[in-house]
């Protein structure tokens, strides 16, 4: 059935649609959820309990107005009734009865005209259970618009939009951000010019700490081919960034040309020449570099890449200049039972200094990738800790120390640490800013060599070993406090039948300039679909890190495993878990979860029944925290 709404001659025949709606789709969900939360603190236990029924109601339809080319909408509604109690330990107590309109809303104005507006609205309470996070809830506010103008010459998209969420779990926190965009694409017969340009206001409160951010990103591409058979392109970049935060503030400009030239089939050069501009709470900064290379294919086996680049780094308190000479080779030899590759190079590089006496330096936006069980050392020794500011790769979201990472000061290192219940995603690259005590100036040399050798065989088995030897010769000036004297081995074996997935990984990292450390690490991953109803799949790990120059060895094992079996054609069990365990002089913790799901779907009804638990355990912090969560749902679907 559809809904028109017409107007009418006197004779009452329709001379005019004007509105039209889908007959709306209608669905319901019962709740019910059961939470229990123990938290430990120095022998003190803290409990807390709630109970909640949800009612909700879903709607759905779409339609147009006074005609599908002016105006064309999808609209849902769901509003939700919550009721229960709430209990504590302490013996507070409270009842519980809110009302949540959620909803979603999407609207496109003039479709096919060469501009067209889409605006967008929604309100989502949204649950959340994710291996080594746990249990969350999330609400979320979105609304914004996007303008497009569909010029052949110039098509351009700007954007609005404005969210805010409130989350609940481990950490309770509140976001909202203003996000403004801007992009535009002009194509040529021989050039490609691209403008993108975002602008984001981002405010961040977890446990009442508060951290504010603004941030603007332009960049200008153009990508011109200097002649018709494509051999030769030139590629110019214009990119202007600013950062302005609680905490610290920032500017760069940075200009790049890059030409790329293919002379011969398997001979090609690269020329690079660039410049960046940055000032960041007083602290200035030039940097150019000048770069050629060359590279080579031999018989579709020997990849030559040989070449040089120079830089010259102006400090508000001194100079850098380096000069810097390469040459790699690389080797590929497939054959019918496997593949094998060869690899060595040399690095050669020569830097003079001038005007240091343990200057301060600033780094912005030095790039980390933060994992569980994996540890990341800033670059630079001698940085002071109270400067660090970690944010996301686009410099957009602040992170908070204790929450979301950790910060740890080891000899004249800094290590930053993943927390598991933050906001940082495992895997996640994050950007550090931060600043360091530069050493006296001094000139010096630094020759770094590598080989390695990675073959498989029978697409079974894949080995790989590379051998890295760096060295420093300090030619003039005050000796660093740590001279390069490095070598370091990698290994790795890895055995895939499909099934079954092995690996066995050892590094040994001999340095004087950084932390020495020998780490080792077994995995192995199983997976079985002995039929179309079953899957179980599991992955187990367990290494060591050995740091040889502080006495102090880190042990971490654990695994994640999976578990889809359709019992019936109507009913599905789900089970997933994971545990990781960290022992360190440092650091010792265990993380642990569940989560099971049955559900039953008959017609246009479905029955869920899930149960939830995780363990958070930092026993060196002596801190606890246990959490149950039982929800069974009853649906009928949109209809």
């Not at 040309?257 to 660039?274: A, C, D, G, P, T």
């Amino acid at each position: 059935m559809n809904w028109l709404v017409q107007p009418l001659e006197e004779g009452g025949d329709p001379v005019e649609r004007f509105f039209f709606l889908e007959r709306p789709a209608v669905g319901a969900k019962l709740t019910y959820e059961f939470n229990n939360e123990s938290r430990t603190s120095s022998g003190t236990t803290a409990d807390d309990s709630y109970y909640r029924y949800k009612e909700q109601l879903r709607f759905k339809t779409e339609g147009w107005l006074y005609h599908p080319a002016l105006m064309q909408f999808s609209l849902m509604f769901e509003p939700e009734w919550s009721q229960g109690s709430e209990e504590s330990s302490s013996g507070e107590s409270a009842d519980i009865n809110t009302f949540s309109p959620d909803y979603s809303l999407w609207a496109t104005f003039l479709e096919q005209k060469p501009y067209t507006m889409n605006i967008f609205s929604s309100k989502r309470e949204i649950p959340i259970w994710a291996p080594f996070a746990g249990n969350s809830e999330s609400t979320v506010d979105t609304y914004g618009a996007t303008l497009s103008l569909k010029n052949d010459f110039l098509p351009t998209t700007i954007g609005y939009s404005h969210i805010e969420t409130d989350q609940t779990g481990f950490y309770t926190s509140q976001n909202s951000y203003d996000n403004f965009t801007l992009a535009a694409r002009n194509q040529g017969k021989r050039s490609n010019t691209t403008l993108n340009g975002t602008y984001r206001d981002d405010e961040r409160t977890t446990e009442g700490l508060m951290r504010q951010i603004q941030s603007l990103n332009t960049s200008l591409l153009n990508t011109y081919r200097l002649n018709r058979d494509n051999k030769a392109t030139l590629r110019s970049l214009v990119n202007y960034r600013n950062q302005d935060s609680d905490d610290f503030d920032t500017e760069n400009i940075r200009l790049k040309e890059h030409l790329n030239w293919w002379h011969r089939k398997n001979l090609q050069s690269n020329y690079i020449v660039s410049h960046d501009r940055q000032e960041t709470s007083g602290f200035n900064s030039d940097q150019s570099l000048l770069e050629g290379r060359l590279t080579h294919l031999l018989y579709e086996n020997l990849t030559t890449d040989v070449g040089g680049r120079a830089s010259q780094d102006r400090y508000a308190d001194g100079r850098e200049n380096s000069y810097e000479a390469f040459l790699d080779f690389a080797y590929r030899r497939p054959l019918s039972w496997s593949t094998f590759n060869l690899n060595s190079g040399w690095n050669y590089v020569y830097t003079d200094r001038g005007g240091f006496t343990d200057a301060v330096v600033q780094v912005t936006n030095e790039l980390q990738t933060l994992g569980t069980g994996e540890e990341s050392f800033l670059e630079n020794y001698n940085a002071d800790i109270n400067s660090i500011i970690v944010t996301d790769r686009l410099g957009t979201i602040v992170y908070l120390e204790n929450i979301d990472y950790a910060v740890e000061e080891i000899s004249d290192f800094i290590r930053i640490r993943l927390l598991p219940f933050g906001s940082i995603r495992d895997g996640e690259t994050v950007a550090i800013s931060y600043r360091y005590f530069q050493d006296g100036e001094y000139d010096d040399t630094v020759l770094t060599q590598h080989y390695g050798i990675n073959f498989d065989l029978w697409k079974t088995w894949w080995l790989s070993y590379d051998y890295v030897r760096s060295s420093q010769d300090v030619s003039s000036g005050q000796t660093s406090q740590g001279l390069v004297d490095d070598t370091l081995h990698r290994a790795r074996v890895h055995y895939d039948i499909g099934w079954s997935d092995s690996s066995l990984s050892y590094e040994d990292s001999d340095r004087q300039s950084d932390l020495s450390y020998t780490r080792w690490e077994v995995e192995e991953t199983l997976r079985f679909r002995p039929h179309w109803r079953f899957y179980f799949s599991l992955r187990g790990y367990l290494g060591q890190t050995d740091y040889s120059n502080r006495d102090e060895v880190r042990d971490f094992y654990g695994g994640i495993t999976a578990l889809d079996w359709m019992l019936t054609k109507r009913c599905k069990l789900r089970f997933e878990g994971y545990y990781d365990a960290t022992n360190g002089d440092r650091e010792e913790t265990i993380n642990s979860g569940i989560k099971a799901d049955l559900e039953f779907r008959y017609r246009i009804w479905t029955m869920h029944l899930s149960y939830q638990v995780t363990d958070q355990d930092n026993r060196l912090n002596d801190f606890q925290r246990v959490e149950q969560l039982v929800r069974f749902d009853l649906i009928r679907i949109l209809w």
